[in-house]
Protein backbone atom coordinates (compact mmCIF):
# COMPACT_ATOMS: atom_id res chain seq x y z
CA UNK A 1 0.00 0.00 0.00
CA UNK A 2 1.34 3.55 -0.85
CA UNK A 3 1.44 6.55 1.36
CA UNK A 4 -0.86 8.80 0.22
CA UNK A 5 0.06 11.05 3.22
CA UNK A 6 2.54 12.54 1.39
CA UNK A 7 4.17 15.84 2.47
CA UNK A 8 3.25 19.09 0.07
CA UNK A 9 3.23 23.19 1.33
CA UNK A 10 0.57 23.08 3.70
CA UNK A 11 0.97 26.75 2.92
CA UNK A 12 0.59 27.21 -1.20
CA UNK A 13 -2.49 28.72 -2.24
CA UNK A 14 -4.54 26.79 -4.83
CA UNK A 15 -3.66 27.53 -8.40
CA UNK A 16 -6.08 29.10 -10.25
CA UNK A 17 -7.09 27.95 -13.45
CA UNK A 18 -4.90 29.43 -16.43
CA UNK A 19 -5.89 27.21 -19.48
CA UNK A 20 -6.63 29.03 -22.28
CA UNK A 21 -7.22 26.21 -24.69
CA UNK A 22 -9.75 23.35 -24.61
CA UNK A 23 -8.37 19.78 -24.77
CA UNK A 24 -8.85 18.13 -28.37
CA UNK A 25 -12.01 16.27 -28.79
CA UNK A 26 -10.38 13.05 -30.37
CA UNK A 27 -6.40 13.55 -28.84
CA UNK A 28 -3.44 11.91 -30.85
CA UNK A 29 -1.41 9.66 -29.01
CA UNK A 30 2.05 10.14 -30.74
CA UNK A 31 4.22 12.70 -30.48
CA UNK A 32 7.60 13.46 -33.01
CA UNK A 33 11.00 13.78 -31.51
CA UNK A 34 11.06 17.14 -32.70
CA UNK A 35 8.15 18.37 -31.00
CA UNK A 36 9.22 16.99 -27.71
CA UNK A 37 12.50 18.55 -28.28
CA UNK A 38 10.63 21.45 -28.58
CA UNK A 39 8.52 20.99 -25.90
CA UNK A 40 11.69 20.45 -22.90
CA UNK A 41 13.39 23.77 -25.02
CA UNK A 42 10.47 25.42 -23.91
CA UNK A 43 10.42 24.39 -20.35
CA UNK A 44 14.04 25.10 -20.05
CA UNK A 45 13.58 28.67 -21.13
CA UNK A 46 11.14 29.39 -18.70
CA UNK A 47 13.57 28.38 -16.03
CA UNK A 48 12.41 24.27 -15.30
CA UNK A 49 15.86 22.39 -15.32
CA UNK A 50 14.68 19.32 -17.11
CA UNK A 51 11.74 16.80 -17.66
CA UNK A 52 10.71 13.38 -16.45
CA UNK A 53 8.01 10.66 -17.37
CA UNK A 54 6.00 7.95 -15.45
CA UNK A 55 3.96 5.22 -16.83
CA UNK A 56 1.75 4.40 -14.38
CA UNK A 57 1.51 0.60 -14.08
CA UNK A 58 -2.48 -0.92 -13.30
CA UNK A 59 -1.86 -1.22 -9.88
CA UNK A 60 -1.15 2.21 -9.44
CA UNK A 61 -4.03 3.48 -11.12
CA UNK A 62 -6.11 0.79 -10.00
CA UNK A 63 -4.92 2.08 -5.96
CA UNK A 64 -5.47 5.54 -6.38
CA UNK A 65 -8.94 5.40 -8.58
CA UNK A 66 -7.18 7.13 -11.73
CA UNK A 67 -7.93 6.84 -15.17
CA UNK A 68 -4.53 8.38 -16.95
CA UNK A 69 -1.59 6.59 -17.31
CA UNK A 70 1.22 9.14 -19.25
CA UNK A 71 2.82 11.71 -16.88
CA UNK A 72 5.39 14.79 -17.92
CA UNK A 73 7.33 15.63 -14.94
CA UNK A 74 8.75 19.17 -15.09
CA UNK A 75 11.02 19.72 -12.61
CA UNK A 76 12.58 22.84 -11.09
CA UNK A 77 15.00 24.20 -8.44
CA UNK A 78 14.29 26.10 -5.81
CA UNK A 79 15.85 29.21 -5.11
CA UNK A 80 19.11 29.06 -2.97
CA UNK A 81 18.60 32.07 -1.43
CA UNK A 82 14.76 31.23 -0.13
CA UNK A 83 15.81 27.68 0.80
CA UNK A 84 18.49 29.18 3.36
CA UNK A 85 16.66 31.75 5.01
CA UNK A 86 15.25 31.06 8.42
CA UNK A 87 11.75 29.35 9.48
CA UNK A 88 9.13 32.35 9.41
CA UNK A 89 5.79 33.77 7.57
CA UNK A 90 7.94 35.74 5.10
CA UNK A 91 9.98 32.66 3.74
CA UNK A 92 6.27 30.51 3.68
CA UNK A 93 4.81 33.88 1.79
CA UNK A 94 8.14 33.96 -0.71
CA UNK A 95 8.47 29.98 -1.41
CA UNK A 96 4.84 29.95 -2.43
CA UNK A 97 4.73 32.95 -4.70
CA UNK A 98 8.00 30.79 -6.58
CA UNK A 99 5.76 28.06 -6.49
CA UNK A 100 3.03 29.31 -7.93
CA UNK A 101 5.10 31.46 -11.16
CA UNK A 102 6.22 28.24 -12.25
CA UNK A 103 2.88 26.89 -11.64
CA UNK A 104 1.80 29.39 -14.63
CA UNK A 105 4.15 28.31 -17.15
CA UNK A 106 2.75 24.52 -16.76
CA UNK A 107 -0.78 25.97 -17.85
CA UNK A 108 1.27 27.19 -20.90
CA UNK A 109 3.02 23.73 -21.38
CA UNK A 110 -0.50 22.15 -21.31
CA UNK A 111 -1.88 24.61 -23.53
CA UNK A 112 1.14 24.10 -26.06
CA UNK A 113 0.32 20.32 -26.14
CA UNK A 114 -3.61 20.82 -26.43
CA UNK A 115 -3.25 23.01 -29.41
CA UNK A 116 -0.59 20.18 -30.94
CA UNK A 117 -3.97 17.86 -30.96
CA UNK A 118 -2.89 16.19 -27.31
CA UNK A 119 -4.66 15.65 -24.60
CA UNK A 120 -2.78 17.67 -21.33
CA UNK A 121 -4.07 18.48 -17.89
CA UNK A 122 -2.52 19.18 -14.86
CA UNK A 123 -2.07 16.93 -11.90
CA UNK A 124 -3.03 19.39 -9.28
CA UNK A 125 -0.16 19.60 -6.70
CA UNK A 126 -2.31 20.06 -3.55
CA UNK A 127 -4.30 16.94 -4.41
CA UNK A 128 -5.52 15.19 -0.88
CA UNK A 129 -6.26 11.87 -2.53
CA UNK A 130 -3.12 11.47 -5.16
CA UNK A 131 0.38 11.00 -4.09
CA UNK A 132 3.04 13.36 -6.29
CA UNK A 133 5.94 11.30 -4.62
CA UNK A 134 4.85 8.34 -5.72
CA UNK A 135 3.78 9.26 -9.16
CA UNK A 136 7.36 10.60 -9.61
CA UNK A 137 8.80 7.38 -8.42
CA UNK A 138 7.27 5.23 -11.58
CA UNK A 139 9.34 7.52 -13.74
CA UNK A 140 12.55 5.48 -12.21
CA UNK A 141 14.53 8.95 -12.40
CA UNK A 142 14.32 9.80 -8.82
CA UNK A 143 14.60 7.82 -4.64
CA UNK A 144 13.17 9.22 -1.52
CA UNK A 145 15.95 9.90 0.81
CA UNK A 146 16.00 9.47 4.49
CA UNK A 147 14.85 12.79 5.12
CA UNK A 148 11.75 12.19 2.96
CA UNK A 149 12.77 14.35 0.40
CA UNK A 150 12.14 13.43 -3.15
CA UNK A 151 15.77 13.40 -4.64
CA UNK A 152 16.15 13.74 -8.80
CA UNK A 153 19.84 14.24 -10.31
CA UNK A 154 19.08 17.77 -10.90
CA UNK A 155 19.17 18.09 -6.92
CA UNK A 156 17.70 17.48 -4.24
CA UNK A 157 16.12 21.39 -4.27
CA UNK A 158 14.11 19.98 -7.04
CA UNK A 159 10.58 21.00 -7.06
CA UNK A 160 8.11 19.41 -9.73
CA UNK A 161 5.35 19.75 -11.40
CA UNK A 162 3.07 17.35 -13.69
CA UNK A 163 0.86 16.99 -16.62
CA UNK A 164 -0.93 13.63 -17.42
CA UNK A 165 -1.70 13.39 -21.32
CA UNK A 166 -2.25 11.13 -24.14
CA UNK A 167 1.08 10.71 -25.31
CA UNK A 168 2.07 7.38 -25.21
CA UNK A 169 5.47 7.78 -26.96
CA UNK A 170 7.48 9.33 -24.12
CA UNK A 171 10.97 8.19 -23.39
CA UNK A 172 10.26 5.93 -20.34
CA UNK A 173 12.63 4.59 -18.38
CA UNK A 174 12.82 0.78 -17.41
CA UNK A 175 15.19 0.79 -14.76
CA UNK A 176 15.93 3.21 -11.94
CA UNK A 177 19.92 3.51 -11.73
CA UNK A 178 19.37 5.87 -8.32
CA UNK A 179 18.53 3.19 -6.26
CA UNK A 180 22.15 2.94 -4.51
CA UNK A 181 21.05 6.23 -2.49
CA UNK A 182 19.44 4.50 0.32
CA UNK A 183 22.49 2.53 1.14
CA UNK A 184 24.66 6.05 1.21
CA UNK A 185 21.67 7.81 3.08
CA UNK A 186 22.10 4.80 5.90
CA UNK A 187 25.47 5.69 6.24
CA UNK A 188 25.52 9.40 6.84
CA UNK A 189 23.19 10.28 9.01
CA UNK A 190 23.75 14.10 9.01
CA UNK A 191 19.57 14.98 8.75
CA UNK A 192 19.02 13.05 11.79
CA UNK A 193 21.97 14.65 13.86
CA UNK A 194 21.24 18.16 12.79
CA UNK A 195 17.25 18.29 12.72
CA UNK A 196 16.39 20.64 14.98
CA UNK A 197 12.80 18.99 15.69
CA UNK A 198 14.27 16.06 16.42
CA UNK A 199 11.68 14.53 13.46
CA UNK A 200 13.33 11.01 13.66
CA UNK A 201 12.73 8.11 15.76
CA UNK A 202 15.52 5.64 17.52
CA UNK A 203 16.10 3.84 14.60
CA UNK A 204 16.00 7.05 11.95
CA UNK A 205 12.67 6.57 10.73
CA UNK A 206 11.45 10.22 9.73
CA UNK A 207 8.46 11.26 11.60
CA UNK A 208 6.20 13.58 9.11
CA UNK A 209 3.95 14.90 12.30
CA UNK A 210 7.54 16.37 13.64
CA UNK A 211 8.42 18.01 10.61
CA UNK A 212 8.02 21.87 10.34
CA UNK A 213 9.41 21.76 6.56
CA UNK A 214 6.00 22.18 4.90
CA UNK A 215 4.22 24.66 8.01
CA UNK A 216 6.95 26.62 8.69
CA UNK A 217 9.78 26.68 5.86
CA UNK A 218 12.44 24.25 7.35
CA UNK A 219 15.28 23.21 5.82
CA UNK A 220 17.69 22.71 7.90
CA UNK A 221 18.44 18.42 6.46
CA UNK A 222 18.20 19.87 3.19
CA UNK A 223 20.89 22.21 3.61
CA UNK A 224 22.99 19.53 5.66
CA UNK A 225 22.44 17.41 3.36
CA UNK A 226 25.18 15.95 1.05
CA UNK A 227 23.27 15.80 -1.93
CA UNK A 228 22.36 19.47 -1.82
CA UNK A 229 26.32 20.68 -0.57
CA UNK A 230 27.78 18.92 -3.29
CA UNK A 231 25.35 17.54 -5.43
CA UNK A 232 24.19 14.02 -7.34
CA UNK A 233 27.34 13.23 -9.20
CA UNK A 234 29.82 14.27 -6.62
CA UNK A 235 27.92 12.18 -3.81
CA UNK A 236 27.71 8.90 -6.15
CA UNK A 237 31.66 9.03 -6.87
CA UNK A 238 32.31 9.08 -3.35
CA UNK A 239 29.79 6.20 -2.52
CA UNK A 240 31.46 4.29 -5.29
CA UNK A 241 34.86 5.00 -3.70
CA UNK A 242 33.46 4.16 -0.31
CA UNK A 243 32.55 0.78 -1.43
CA UNK A 244 35.22 0.34 -3.26
CA UNK A 245 37.33 0.60 0.05
CA UNK A 246 34.70 -1.51 2.12
CA UNK A 247 35.50 -4.40 -0.79
CA UNK A 248 39.50 -4.37 -0.39
CA UNK A 249 39.31 -4.14 3.25
Not at 67 to 77: A, E, H, M, R, S
Request: with cysteine; proline share 4%.
Amino acid sequence: MIDTTFERFRYHKPLPNFYSIENPKNPITIISDDLLVFLTDLALKNNFVGLSYSKLSDEFKKEFGIGFDNVIIFKFKMGDDLIKMGPSKEKCKLMDEEFQDFGVHVYEFADFLRKNGFQADLIHPLADNLSMRAIAMQSNDCVITRSNMCLFKEGINTGFFMIHTSIENLPFKRENDMLWVPDFCSTCGVCIDRCPENAFDEDGKFLRKLCTAHREGCNECLLRCPFYKRNYNKVQQRYYRMKKRQKNE
